[in-house]
């Protein structure tokens, strides 16, 4: 990380801020706030989504993406679509215009023609950095993500439930630079956004978290989360539901059910972070990892924060 990289995470960052805090400053919803907000990033070539998604096995980019609106309980999401510029806005047409909430592969990209969404050609999402991870990964015969993985350690639930193959799969693992925004309006109505290339070098059609409602992305009256991180552990801890439901049945606060979901994708062995507010505005952004690319803004004060 240099200096001048940090200043245009930074910059990327309050770009998708700002895009999301207009709407709201202008009397507009949640849902509007979070889709300008992750087009935003999808639009910014350094994140792990739209313009910067990383590369499959066979060298093409598939992006998933999925948005919520927690005050009337609706989804839309795609999965492995390609070409298309902001696949958060492809998901937003399935919620709105379809009577599913998941559409994938050569469908969801024919839905995508059909409703006009804006397309562009290969070498837009061409980026020289995502292209030397996926010859680094090639080389070593591994799925990598985006940064380096972090030591884990265990809370005081007891020892790991994995047996010694699946812990030496999950550290061979690092965070991925999936991007998400969560939003409460002026009408404490919440909602949750989150888009990502998935992982370099995967095979097979794989698809993660971000796309499934509750594991990546999830939003009802109670909170709205957007999460980061491992995908395949996100889906084994249902993470993104999980702190609603910690508030909803252990009466917990956001700050604490978030973190108690955090302590528990840890027990599980995965890494990585969420975002989260509820309906009262309170934010909270807990990790497991070294860092977390994360800003927010309340009342007008833009904070971008990076490292731990």
Known sequence: ????????????????LRAGWNVLQSGGSALDAVDGAVSSLEDFPLFNAGR???????????????IMDGSRLRAGAVAAVERVRNPVRLARLVMEKTAHVLLAGDGAVEFAHQEGVQFEPDEYFFTEHRWLQLQHARAEGIIELDHTSAEIGFPDEGESPLDDEQRANAKAQKPLGTVGAVACDSMGHLAAATSTGGMTNKKFGRVGDSPIVGLGTYADDVCAVSGTGHGEYFMLGVTAYDVSARMRYKGLSLEDAARETIDH??????????IAVDAAGNLSLPFNSDGMYRGYVTNGEFVTEIYR
Do not use: K, N, P, W
């Not at 910067?52 to 999925?66: K, N, P, Y």
């Open 265 to 274: 994708l840890t027990y599980i062995e995965g890494e990585g972070g969420i």
């Open 1 to 16: 990380m240099t200096a001048d990289l940090e200043r245009e995470y930074r910059s990327g960052l309050e770009t998708a």
């Open 52 to 66: 910067g998604s990383v590369f499959t096995h066979d060298g093409r980019q598939e992006m998933d993406a999925c």
